[in-house]
């Protein structure tokens, strides 16, 4: 089927119009938001750099949308797939007598019949079923599956209106605003520590610019954050089921069946942590929604031994997005550079390719934003604390177990850092955060410098100490029991900045929220769904699993499990217990299952449909 030509408009711009038109028709919404916020800022009272970061972002996130979007429209086969849709369109239609049966019949009549051969080459086309005709139109296909899913998680949108907001993401919010400063970045036993900065990279400074642009931009046009989060949180809802929608869709393209789709759509349309965190204005769900786009390409590259790099598109959208995961999240920084470099074993013929995707987010990390970000931005490093967790753990299980053997300088070197005397009861097997609370103020990096030097001598030691702390944060993540925790408050409420009333939950939803809050819990007391919610299943027994049969079945595709052993690993690292820190694993895990299962099968490629 052919696209109506637009207008009577030149050649050029009409082609370039109809190859393009599903990247435009997301970024020509986002060019009038930012017109429109851009000229609103004029009439407003927000502080002049939050202006200028305001129309700065807005800017600055088309032309990503646009390599992003752009990209994918190569990846799901542009154009080239309208040979299979004919094909089912063909199927639909009157069948005519095959020319061979029609010579069969003639002969029949005759006294001496011929056999008919048919040339091995002759191909021989079955009835498509409905599933596989709308396999081979991808963009129906993840148009639909994600209407269906939306419909699906409406039930929870509705009752969560006008989004959830946890405390982290409403103090990154009123850091746009004058009343709020000073700021805090860390409050423990020391004391706490302020900061006269415009803004602070506690969270991902890229993070706090997002949330501000629809919390602040929304105030500025409406006098209240409640339709900027409502809009922030149903955008990111949409982009979620796109990216699950495209997920499906690709493997159904590489021979996942019926029945393996339709139990995926299950689990993401029916867990009902899936829009729950989708719905949620927090650097975790942004961060997954993007690293699951991602997380396709490494299969692609892998699975064509890098040819799919070869598009100048993919390469771009690889690009994009490993810059967005480093940006979104502190972690990703340390999954995206390693990942993309061990893909080089893969994908050899691409090696530089791979290379600048890991270089461009490092840049981005290590350069830009510290040297260019923030003094522009007026920006205050955050605290190195969060980096530190797995040593300052470690520490304190020494100190309980040998404080005996630690001698005067040892401890002058550590109290420089943490408060020495409250280590020993601050220990717990799997928390580091009672731990992080003595961290003193005001750090240096001499002081960090002689602690690390006091931690390697004390490990070298005692190293069975140091290996049972750090795994009794990784038992959170391994051992099977945890269900996934879901964040559900509109936080409006911060000690310093007191309460605000840019946004409240409508009064008649008040009630709806705590019912569903209700029903959550009692969801999860069921058996069957406990099962499936089960944290430790997604961070570490699903993708071990794969990993074997990948590496028996498969050892060359085994290098999909890059990204997502990396990820397990910093699970395994984290201060505490929550689904967030693992929220990548559980939305690409039983992607990787049914990737696995093909592969397994010998159905990876059972249904070769043209991808790029």
Known sequence: MKTKPVGHLPAPLRTFLEAHAWALSFTAPACVLSLILIVSLRFTSLHNASAKLLALGLIGCIPVMWLVL??????????????????????????????????????????????????????????????ECLVAQPKRMVALLAVV????????????????????????????YEDSHPLSTHVGDAGTEWVTNRFTDHHPIFDTLIFGLFACGSDALFGSWTPGIFAYCLLQAIATAGVFSLSLTYLARRGLPAKGCIALMAFYCLVPAIPIYAFAMLKDPLFSWIYVPYFLIVVEAVR????????????????????????????GIYVVV???????????????????????????????????????????PGNK??????????????????????????????????????????YRMNSADRVKEGTRLNLTSDDIDAYAKVWVRQGLKHPLTYLAAWAGLASNYV????????????????GSFGMTDKTQIPPSLAGVREGLVGLYGTLLSLPPLAAI???????????????GALRRHAPALAWVMVPTLISCVGTMVSPILT?????????????LVAFTWCTCHGRVGSRELPMV
């Open 70 to 131: 752009l990209g994918f429209d190569r990846f799901m086969g542009g154009g080239g797939d309208k040979t299979e849709a004919d094909h089912c369109e063909a199927d639909k239609a009157p069948a005519e007598k095959p020319a061979a049966v029609a010579a069969h019949k003639t002969t029949a009549e005759k006294p001496a019949p011929t056999t008919t051969t048919i040339s091995p080459e002759t191909p021989r086309h079955a009835p498509a079923t409905r599933f």
């Open 149 to 176: 899913m939306l419909v699906c998680w409406s039930f929870w949108i509705v009752g969560f209106f006008p989004g959830i907001v946890q405390v982290d993401s409403f103090n990154q919010i009123i850091e746009w």
């Open 304 to 331: 064509t031994r890098g040819a799919v790099l070869e598009r100048r598109s993919v390469l771009a959208s690889l690009l994009a997005l490993s810059v967005l995961l480093a940006l979104t999240k502190k972690l």
């Open 338 to 380: 390693p990942s993309n470099l061990l893909l080089i074993f893969a994908c050899r013929a691409q090696w530089k390719r791979l290379v600048a995707a890991a270089a461009l987010p490092a840049l981005a990390i290590f350069v830009v934003i510290p040297l260019v970000v923030y003094p522009l931005a007026d920006v205050a």
């Open 385 to 426: 604390k969060e980096s530190l967790s797995l040593m300052f753990i470690q520490t304190s299980r020494y100190v309980l177990k040998h404080g005996d053997e630690v001698t005067d300088e040892e401890r002058a070197a550590i109290d420089r850092v943490l408060v020495y005397d409250t280590l020993a009861d601050h």
């Open 479 to 494: 051992a099977l029991g945890s269900t996934i925790d879901v964040y559900t408050e509109l936080c409006n409420f911060n």
């Open 533 to 547: 919610c089960n944290i430790a299943l997604y961070s570490f027994w699903l993708p071990v699993l794969c990993l």
């Open 579 to 591: 689904a967030r820190y693992a929220l990548p694993l559980i939305y690409t895990v039983p992607l």
